[in-house]
């Protein structure tokens, strides 16, 4: 489901909304790439979006290659939480690279 800068989420018996605070786009080639720390930092998750590639992934802080890890298509959308998003790492597995998008958010309370 693509990031809707509007919606309204309920946890721990309250209303949030989520609201889209800033964006980045990475071009991931045969180096690891990955987000800026200071912007998942300032967020509550982040909604990534891959384009191009195919490129490989890891959430878990290990680097990918370009033959070991998740592999990702043209269109593919993952959704983060801040540790996630921290320890995603994106390397291309094709012969030219890709690009991911981050969209983060932050949840405002209704109250």
Do not use: C, W
């Amino acid at each position: 489901m693509p990031f809707n800068s509007e919606a309204k989420v309920t946890a721990r018996g309250r209303r949030y909304h989520l609201v889209a605070t800033d964006y980045e786009s990475v071009d991931v080639g045969a180096a690891p790439a990955r987000f800026t720390q200071a912007k998942i930092d300032a967020s509550d998750g982040v909604e990534v979006y891959f384009s191009a590639g195919p490129v490989r992934i890891f959430f878990h802080g290990l680097d990918p290659s370009a033959t070991v890890g998740i592999e990702v298509f043209d269109g593919g959308f993952r959704e983060f939480g801040k540790t996630g998003a921290g320890l995603l790492r994106a390397v291309r597995s094709g012969p030219t690279n890709g690009t991911m998008m981050a969209v983060y958010f932050s949840a405002r309370d209704d109250a």
